[in-house]
Protein backbone atom coordinates (compact mmCIF):
# COMPACT_ATOMS: atom_id res chain seq x y z
CA UNK A 1 0.00 0.00 0.00
CA UNK A 2 1.93 3.19 -1.27
CA UNK A 3 1.84 5.69 1.59
CA UNK A 4 -1.02 8.81 1.24
CA UNK A 5 2.27 11.30 1.81
CA UNK A 6 4.30 9.96 -0.91
CA UNK A 7 0.89 9.53 -3.37
CA UNK A 8 -0.55 12.82 -3.12
CA UNK A 9 -0.96 14.20 -6.86
CA UNK A 10 1.80 16.92 -5.42
CA UNK A 11 4.42 14.51 -4.65
CA UNK A 12 6.83 16.37 -6.90
CA UNK A 13 7.00 19.09 -4.79
CA UNK A 14 7.46 17.08 -1.66
CA UNK A 15 10.26 15.65 -3.34
CA UNK A 16 11.79 19.02 -4.20
CA UNK A 17 11.27 19.84 -0.89
CA UNK A 18 13.74 17.07 0.37
CA UNK A 19 16.42 17.75 -2.17
CA UNK A 20 16.11 21.32 -1.05
CA UNK A 21 16.14 20.52 2.76
CA UNK A 22 19.40 18.05 1.76
CA UNK A 23 21.43 21.10 0.34
CA UNK A 24 20.09 23.45 2.71
CA UNK A 25 20.47 21.58 5.39
CA UNK A 26 24.07 20.72 4.61
CA UNK A 27 25.23 24.19 3.46
CA UNK A 28 23.64 25.04 7.52
CA UNK A 29 25.59 22.13 8.79
CA UNK A 30 29.05 23.51 7.29
CA UNK A 31 28.69 26.92 7.73
CA UNK A 32 27.87 26.19 11.92
CA UNK A 33 30.82 23.84 12.17
CA UNK A 34 33.11 26.63 10.36
CA UNK A 35 31.58 29.28 12.74
CA UNK A 36 32.20 26.77 15.94
CA UNK A 37 36.20 26.54 14.84
CA UNK A 38 36.53 29.65 14.64
CA UNK A 39 34.97 30.62 17.87
CA UNK A 40 37.75 28.09 19.58
CA UNK A 41 40.50 29.14 17.48
CA UNK A 42 40.18 32.09 18.40
CA UNK A 43 39.63 32.54 21.91
CA UNK A 44 41.01 29.55 23.19
CA UNK A 45 44.27 29.70 20.53
CA UNK A 46 44.20 26.28 19.13
CA UNK A 47 43.16 24.41 15.78
CA UNK A 48 39.81 25.30 16.49
CA UNK A 49 39.27 21.23 16.72
CA UNK A 50 40.80 20.00 19.95
CA UNK A 51 39.54 22.12 22.70
CA UNK A 52 40.90 20.19 25.16
CA UNK A 53 44.48 20.58 24.50
CA UNK A 54 44.41 24.41 23.91
CA UNK A 55 42.32 24.87 27.03
CA UNK A 56 44.82 22.76 28.74
CA UNK A 57 47.50 25.41 27.71
CA UNK A 58 45.64 28.38 28.52
CA UNK A 59 46.26 30.80 31.46
CA UNK A 60 43.71 29.91 34.13
CA UNK A 61 42.06 33.87 34.43
CA UNK A 62 41.21 33.20 30.55
CA UNK A 63 38.84 30.16 31.40
CA UNK A 64 36.78 32.33 34.09
CA UNK A 65 36.88 35.24 31.74
CA UNK A 66 35.66 33.67 27.97
CA UNK A 67 33.28 31.54 30.52
CA UNK A 68 31.80 34.69 31.56
CA UNK A 69 31.85 36.01 28.38
CA UNK A 70 29.74 33.11 27.08
CA UNK A 71 27.06 33.60 30.14
CA UNK A 72 26.61 36.54 29.35
CA UNK A 73 25.99 36.59 25.81
CA UNK A 74 23.46 33.50 26.54
CA UNK A 75 21.56 36.08 28.71
CA UNK A 76 21.79 39.00 26.11
CA UNK A 77 21.04 36.51 22.87
CA UNK A 78 18.02 34.87 25.22
CA UNK A 79 16.43 38.82 25.52
CA UNK A 80 17.40 39.68 22.07
CA UNK A 81 15.58 36.52 20.47
CA UNK A 82 12.75 37.42 22.90
CA UNK A 83 12.11 40.84 21.30
CA UNK A 84 13.13 39.22 18.26
CA UNK A 85 9.81 36.81 17.69
CA UNK A 86 6.58 37.30 18.97
CA UNK A 87 6.33 33.79 18.91
CA UNK A 88 7.39 30.49 21.56
CA UNK A 89 10.55 29.37 21.22
CA UNK A 90 9.55 25.46 20.40
CA UNK A 91 11.49 22.68 21.28
CA UNK A 92 12.03 20.42 17.74
CA UNK A 93 10.30 17.25 19.35
CA UNK A 94 7.49 19.21 20.31
CA UNK A 95 7.00 21.02 16.74
CA UNK A 96 7.44 17.33 15.30
CA UNK A 97 4.86 15.74 17.74
CA UNK A 98 2.30 18.86 18.26
CA UNK A 99 2.38 21.42 15.97
CA UNK A 100 2.86 19.91 12.84
CA UNK A 101 6.38 20.46 12.45
CA UNK A 102 6.10 24.44 13.13
CA UNK A 103 8.63 26.55 14.43
CA UNK A 104 9.16 30.17 14.75
CA UNK A 105 12.07 30.46 12.12
CA UNK A 106 13.74 33.78 12.94
CA UNK A 107 14.04 32.73 16.69
CA UNK A 108 14.90 28.95 16.14
CA UNK A 109 17.62 29.83 14.01
CA UNK A 110 18.92 32.85 16.53
CA UNK A 111 18.96 29.81 19.07
CA UNK A 112 20.91 27.42 16.76
CA UNK A 113 23.80 30.09 15.89
CA UNK A 114 23.58 31.49 20.12
CA UNK A 115 24.29 27.79 20.77
CA UNK A 116 27.50 27.17 18.46
CA UNK A 117 29.16 30.54 19.96
CA UNK A 118 28.81 28.91 23.41
CA UNK A 119 29.60 25.55 23.26
CA UNK A 120 32.80 26.96 21.10
CA UNK A 121 33.46 29.11 24.26
CA UNK A 122 33.29 25.98 26.77
CA UNK A 123 29.64 25.52 27.31
CA UNK A 124 28.95 21.49 28.71
CA UNK A 125 26.14 20.94 25.69
CA UNK A 126 26.54 19.75 22.16
CA UNK A 127 27.06 21.08 19.34
CA UNK A 128 24.32 19.05 17.06
CA UNK A 129 21.78 20.80 18.30
CA UNK A 130 22.14 23.97 16.00
CA UNK A 131 22.49 21.94 12.97
CA UNK A 132 19.39 20.25 13.98
CA UNK A 133 17.85 23.06 14.61
CA UNK A 134 18.79 24.94 10.87
CA UNK A 135 17.43 21.68 9.35
CA UNK A 136 14.00 22.05 10.84
CA UNK A 137 13.93 25.46 9.94
CA UNK A 138 14.78 25.23 6.33
CA UNK A 139 12.41 21.85 6.33
CA UNK A 140 10.05 24.59 8.08
CA UNK A 141 10.43 27.21 5.48
CA UNK A 142 10.25 25.22 2.32
CA UNK A 143 7.13 23.09 3.74
CA UNK A 144 5.50 26.58 3.16
CA UNK A 145 6.42 27.47 -0.05
CA UNK A 146 5.23 23.91 -1.55
CA UNK A 147 1.87 24.22 0.41
CA UNK A 148 3.08 20.14 2.01
CA UNK A 149 -0.10 19.23 4.39
CA UNK A 150 0.46 18.46 7.83
CA UNK A 151 1.48 14.67 7.76
CA UNK A 152 3.97 15.57 4.86
CA UNK A 153 5.50 19.24 6.73
CA UNK A 154 5.79 16.66 10.00
CA UNK A 155 8.07 14.18 8.09
CA UNK A 156 9.88 16.93 6.41
CA UNK A 157 11.11 18.67 9.45
CA UNK A 158 12.18 15.38 11.25
CA UNK A 159 14.03 14.58 8.03
CA UNK A 160 15.44 17.78 7.71
CA UNK A 161 16.54 17.81 12.09
CA UNK A 162 18.56 14.45 11.49
CA UNK A 163 19.96 15.54 8.52
CA UNK A 164 21.70 18.28 10.22
CA UNK A 165 23.43 16.27 12.75
CA UNK A 166 24.09 13.70 9.73
CA UNK A 167 26.03 16.51 7.97
CA UNK A 168 27.35 17.65 11.27
CA UNK A 169 28.96 14.69 12.09
CA UNK A 170 29.19 13.20 8.30
CA UNK A 171 26.90 10.26 9.65
CA UNK A 172 24.04 9.71 6.49
CA UNK A 173 23.01 6.24 7.60
CA UNK A 174 22.24 7.06 11.82
CA UNK A 175 20.98 10.57 10.88
CA UNK A 176 18.47 9.36 8.89
CA UNK A 177 17.39 6.60 11.37
CA UNK A 178 17.74 9.36 14.38
CA UNK A 179 15.24 11.22 12.48
CA UNK A 180 12.61 8.82 12.20
CA UNK A 181 13.27 6.68 15.17
CA UNK A 182 13.88 9.52 17.61
CA UNK A 183 12.47 12.17 16.45
CA UNK A 184 9.71 11.68 14.00
CA UNK A 185 9.11 8.56 16.79
CA UNK A 186 7.76 5.82 13.85
CA UNK A 187 10.10 3.80 11.93
CA UNK A 188 8.19 2.96 9.37
CA UNK A 189 9.32 1.56 5.80
CA UNK A 190 7.26 4.58 3.76
CA UNK A 191 9.24 7.49 5.88
CA UNK A 192 12.73 5.79 4.80
CA UNK A 193 13.44 6.63 1.65
CA UNK A 194 12.84 10.55 2.19
CA UNK A 195 14.88 10.69 5.50
CA UNK A 196 17.64 8.43 3.95
CA UNK A 197 17.72 11.00 0.89
CA UNK A 198 17.80 14.16 2.75
CA UNK A 199 20.29 12.92 5.05
CA UNK A 200 22.22 11.86 2.28
CA UNK A 201 22.31 14.69 0.29
CA UNK A 202 22.99 17.17 3.12
CA UNK A 203 26.20 14.93 4.30
CA UNK A 204 27.25 14.89 0.53
CA UNK A 205 26.87 18.70 0.39
CA UNK A 206 28.70 19.06 3.78
CA UNK A 207 31.59 16.76 2.59
CA UNK A 208 32.53 19.57 0.04
CA UNK A 209 33.93 22.06 3.28
CA UNK A 210 34.29 19.33 6.10
CA UNK A 211 36.53 16.32 6.33
CA UNK A 212 35.14 13.16 5.67
CA UNK A 213 36.67 11.18 8.43
CA UNK A 214 35.42 9.46 11.42
CA UNK A 215 34.79 11.63 14.35
CA UNK A 216 36.47 9.32 16.76
CA UNK A 217 39.72 7.15 15.89
CA UNK A 218 39.78 3.96 17.90
CA UNK A 219 42.26 1.04 18.03
CA UNK A 220 40.68 -2.27 16.01
CA UNK A 221 38.72 -3.51 18.95
CA UNK A 222 38.01 -7.40 18.43
CA UNK A 223 34.73 -8.76 20.45
CA UNK A 224 35.34 -11.87 22.76
CA UNK A 225 33.64 -13.92 25.46
CA UNK A 226 34.92 -11.76 28.30
CA UNK A 227 33.10 -8.30 26.60
CA UNK A 228 29.93 -10.12 25.90
CA UNK A 229 29.99 -11.53 29.27
CA UNK A 230 30.77 -7.53 30.00
CA UNK A 231 27.91 -6.34 27.89
CA UNK A 232 25.27 -8.58 29.92
CA UNK A 233 26.55 -7.63 33.23
CA UNK A 234 26.87 -3.75 32.25
CA UNK A 235 24.06 -3.50 30.60
CA UNK A 236 21.10 -3.27 33.33
CA UNK A 237 23.62 -0.49 35.24
CA UNK A 238 23.75 1.53 32.37
CA UNK A 239 20.17 1.28 32.19
CA UNK A 240 19.87 2.41 35.96
CA UNK A 241 22.11 5.35 35.37
CA UNK A 242 20.54 6.44 32.03
CA UNK A 243 17.24 6.32 33.91
CA UNK A 244 18.51 8.72 36.38
CA UNK A 245 20.41 11.13 33.96
CA UNK A 246 17.09 11.35 31.92
CA UNK A 247 14.95 12.52 35.30
CA UNK A 248 17.40 14.88 35.92
CA UNK A 249 17.50 16.61 32.46
CA UNK A 250 13.99 16.62 33.12
CA UNK A 251 14.22 18.14 36.51
CA UNK A 252 17.10 20.88 35.69
CA UNK A 253 15.10 22.03 32.46
CA UNK A 254 11.80 22.37 34.17
CA UNK A 255 13.83 24.71 36.89
CA UNK A 256 15.29 26.86 33.93
CA UNK A 257 15.37 30.47 35.64
CA UNK A 258 12.66 32.42 35.17
CA UNK A 259 12.33 36.82 35.07
CA UNK A 260 15.01 38.98 35.79
CA UNK A 261 17.24 35.90 37.14
CA UNK A 262 16.87 34.33 33.50
CA UNK A 263 19.36 37.17 32.41
CA UNK A 264 21.97 36.26 34.66
CA UNK A 265 21.81 32.68 35.80
CA UNK A 266 23.81 31.91 32.52
CA UNK A 267 26.94 33.93 33.71
CA UNK A 268 26.79 32.80 37.56
CA UNK A 269 26.60 28.84 36.15
CA UNK A 270 29.05 29.01 33.56
CA UNK A 271 31.73 31.14 35.36
CA UNK A 272 31.28 28.01 37.89
CA UNK A 273 32.53 25.89 34.89
CA UNK A 274 34.87 27.93 33.95
CA UNK A 275 36.70 28.01 37.62
CA UNK A 276 36.45 24.11 37.43
CA UNK A 277 37.82 24.00 34.11
CA UNK A 278 41.26 25.23 35.20
CA UNK A 279 41.44 21.76 36.91
CA UNK A 280 39.45 20.01 34.86
CA UNK A 281 39.64 21.46 31.19
CA UNK A 282 37.69 18.22 30.06
CA UNK A 283 34.89 19.48 31.25
CA UNK A 284 34.88 22.59 28.23
CA UNK A 285 32.69 21.95 25.10
CA UNK A 286 30.29 19.05 23.84
CA UNK A 287 32.53 16.02 25.37
CA UNK A 288 34.24 14.99 22.01
CA UNK A 289 37.71 14.95 23.76
CA UNK A 290 36.42 13.08 26.77
CA UNK A 291 35.01 10.24 24.64
CA UNK A 292 38.19 10.27 22.22
CA UNK A 293 40.37 9.40 25.53
CA UNK A 294 38.04 7.20 27.28
CA UNK A 295 38.01 5.09 23.61
CA UNK A 296 41.85 5.05 23.31
CA UNK A 297 42.60 4.15 27.23
CA UNK A 298 44.67 7.57 27.59
CA UNK A 299 43.03 8.56 30.81
CA UNK A 300 43.87 7.17 33.89
CA UNK A 301 41.24 5.39 35.99
CA UNK A 302 40.49 8.62 38.49
CA UNK A 303 40.55 10.67 35.78
CA UNK A 304 37.59 8.67 34.68
CA UNK A 305 35.92 8.15 37.65
CA UNK A 306 36.40 12.04 38.27
CA UNK A 307 34.72 12.89 34.84
CA UNK A 308 31.92 10.96 35.33
CA UNK A 309 30.75 12.49 38.25
CA UNK A 310 31.94 16.21 36.86
CA UNK A 311 30.61 16.03 33.14
CA UNK A 312 26.47 15.14 34.08
CA UNK A 313 27.02 18.03 36.52
CA UNK A 314 28.41 20.30 33.83
CA UNK A 315 26.29 19.10 31.42
CA UNK A 316 23.21 19.89 33.70
CA UNK A 317 24.08 23.17 35.43
CA UNK A 318 24.31 24.77 31.70
CA UNK A 319 20.94 23.19 30.96
CA UNK A 320 19.47 24.45 33.96
CA UNK A 321 20.91 27.98 33.63
CA UNK A 322 19.32 28.29 29.86
CA UNK A 323 21.98 27.71 28.02
CA UNK A 324 20.90 26.89 24.37
CA UNK A 325 22.57 23.13 23.09
CA UNK A 326 22.60 19.66 22.53
CA UNK A 327 22.71 16.74 24.55
CA UNK A 328 23.72 13.92 21.70
CA UNK A 329 27.54 14.05 22.27
CA UNK A 330 27.37 14.88 26.46
CA UNK A 331 25.47 11.78 26.88
CA UNK A 332 27.94 9.96 24.59
CA UNK A 333 30.64 11.10 26.85
CA UNK A 334 29.13 10.30 29.59
CA UNK A 335 28.72 6.98 28.44
CA UNK A 336 32.10 6.41 27.22
CA UNK A 337 32.84 7.82 30.90
CA UNK A 338 30.74 4.96 32.46
CA UNK A 339 31.82 2.29 30.25
CA UNK A 340 35.40 3.50 30.91
CA UNK A 341 35.10 3.05 34.59
CA UNK A 342 32.91 -0.22 34.56
CA UNK A 343 35.86 -1.66 32.06
CA UNK A 344 38.70 -1.03 34.40
CA UNK A 345 38.52 -3.77 37.07
CA UNK A 346 36.70 -5.59 34.44
CA UNK A 347 39.78 -6.20 32.51
CA UNK A 348 41.85 -7.35 35.94
CA UNK A 349 38.86 -9.67 36.57
CA UNK A 350 39.08 -10.85 33.15
CA UNK A 351 42.28 -9.72 31.24
CA UNK A 352 42.55 -9.28 27.68
CA UNK A 353 38.98 -7.35 27.76
CA UNK A 354 40.40 -3.47 27.21
CA UNK A 355 38.92 -0.60 28.79
CA UNK A 356 38.32 1.07 25.88
CA UNK A 357 36.15 -0.98 24.21
CA UNK A 358 34.14 -1.42 27.59
CA UNK A 359 34.51 2.51 26.96
CA UNK A 360 32.77 2.10 23.37
CA UNK A 361 29.91 -0.59 24.18
CA UNK A 362 29.26 1.96 27.36
CA UNK A 363 28.94 5.16 24.68
CA UNK A 364 26.26 2.99 22.59
CA UNK A 365 24.50 1.57 25.25
CA UNK A 366 23.94 4.97 27.24
CA UNK A 367 22.79 6.84 23.79
CA UNK A 368 20.38 4.07 23.40
CA UNK A 369 19.41 3.85 26.51
CA UNK A 370 18.54 8.08 27.13
CA UNK A 371 17.27 8.37 23.25
CA UNK A 372 14.78 5.54 23.55
CA UNK A 373 16.97 4.61 19.64
CA UNK A 374 18.57 1.26 19.74
CA UNK A 375 19.16 1.16 15.98
CA UNK A 376 20.10 4.30 15.44
CA UNK A 377 22.64 4.28 18.55
CA UNK A 378 24.03 1.25 17.10
CA UNK A 379 24.37 3.19 13.57
CA UNK A 380 25.44 5.78 14.78
CA UNK A 381 28.77 4.55 16.68
CA UNK A 382 29.27 2.09 14.10
CA UNK A 383 29.74 5.52 11.67
CA UNK A 384 31.26 7.74 14.51
CA UNK A 385 33.91 5.40 14.91
CA UNK A 386 34.40 3.70 11.63
CA UNK A 387 34.35 0.61 13.19
CA UNK A 388 31.68 -2.23 15.59
CA UNK A 389 31.90 -5.41 12.72
CA UNK A 390 34.37 -7.10 14.88
CA UNK A 391 32.65 -6.55 18.13
CA UNK A 392 29.10 -6.33 16.69
CA UNK A 393 27.89 -9.29 19.63
CA UNK A 394 28.79 -7.19 21.98
CA UNK A 395 27.68 -3.66 20.75
CA UNK A 396 24.25 -5.25 20.15
CA UNK A 397 23.65 -7.10 23.48
CA UNK A 398 24.38 -4.28 25.06
CA UNK A 399 22.33 -1.81 23.65
CA UNK A 400 19.59 -4.05 23.79
CA UNK A 401 19.83 -4.88 27.52
CA UNK A 402 19.93 -1.40 28.14
CA UNK A 403 17.26 -0.32 25.92
CA UNK A 404 14.93 -2.96 27.58
CA UNK A 405 15.67 -2.11 31.34
CA UNK A 406 15.38 1.34 30.68
CA UNK A 407 11.87 1.75 28.77
CA UNK A 408 10.64 -0.72 31.43
CA UNK A 409 11.82 1.86 34.05
CA UNK A 410 11.35 5.23 32.47
CA UNK A 411 9.83 5.08 29.36
CA UNK A 412 10.75 8.73 28.48
CA UNK A 413 14.13 9.81 26.28
CA UNK A 414 15.73 13.03 27.13
CA UNK A 415 13.86 14.87 24.26
CA UNK A 416 10.61 13.23 25.54
CA UNK A 417 12.08 14.81 29.27
CA UNK A 418 11.81 18.57 27.86
CA UNK A 419 8.20 18.33 26.85
CA UNK A 420 5.36 19.06 29.54
CA UNK A 421 3.78 16.18 31.51
CA UNK A 422 0.37 16.40 28.90
CA UNK A 423 2.53 16.24 25.81
CA UNK A 424 4.94 13.11 27.00
CA UNK A 425 1.66 11.36 27.83
CA UNK A 426 0.19 12.02 24.49
CA UNK A 427 3.49 10.65 22.82
CA UNK A 428 3.87 7.69 25.27
CA UNK A 429 -0.08 6.67 23.63
CA UNK A 430 0.59 7.48 20.50
CA UNK A 431 4.26 5.71 20.07
CA UNK A 432 3.61 2.59 22.52
CA UNK A 433 -0.32 1.85 21.99
CA UNK A 434 -2.36 -1.56 23.96
CA UNK A 435 -0.24 -4.31 23.20
CA UNK A 436 -3.00 -6.79 23.49
CA UNK A 437 -5.54 -5.91 20.56
CA UNK A 438 -8.60 -7.99 19.65
CA UNK A 439 -8.36 -9.73 15.87
CA UNK A 440 -11.27 -8.45 14.37
CA UNK A 441 -14.00 -10.74 13.07
CA UNK A 442 -15.60 -10.91 10.15
CA UNK A 443 -19.15 -9.36 11.69
CA UNK A 444 -17.42 -6.42 13.34
Known amino acids: ?48 VDLLDAAARTAAWKHIVILLGAGLLTGAGQLLLVRLSAANSID ?39 PKQAGAVVANVL ?79 AGSAGSVLWALLAGPAIAVVSVGYVRAVAWADRHRPQ ?55 ATLLCLGSGTPGGLFT ?40 TTQGPLSAIVLMMELTGHARAFIVPLLLIVAIATLVARTIEPRSIYDARLTDAEVLKRQRERDPPSITRRRRPED
Request: glycine share 12%; hydrophobic share 55%; proline share 6%.
Open 143 to 221: SDRVRLSDDQRRLLVACGAGAGMAAAYGVPLGGALFALEVLRGELALRFVLPALLTSLIATGVSWAFLPDAPTYQIPSY
Open 259 to 313: GPWRLAAPAVALTVLGMVSIAFPQLLGNGRDIAQLAFTNQAAPLLLLALLLLKPA
Open 1 to 48: MISPILARRDAAGFWMAVLLTGIGTGLSAAALTELLELVQHTLWSGNG
Open 330 to 369: PTLAIGALLGGVLGVPWSHIWPGTAPGLCAVLGAAALLAA
Open 92 to 130: ITAAIWFHAGRLPALRTLGSAVLSILVVGMGASLGREGA
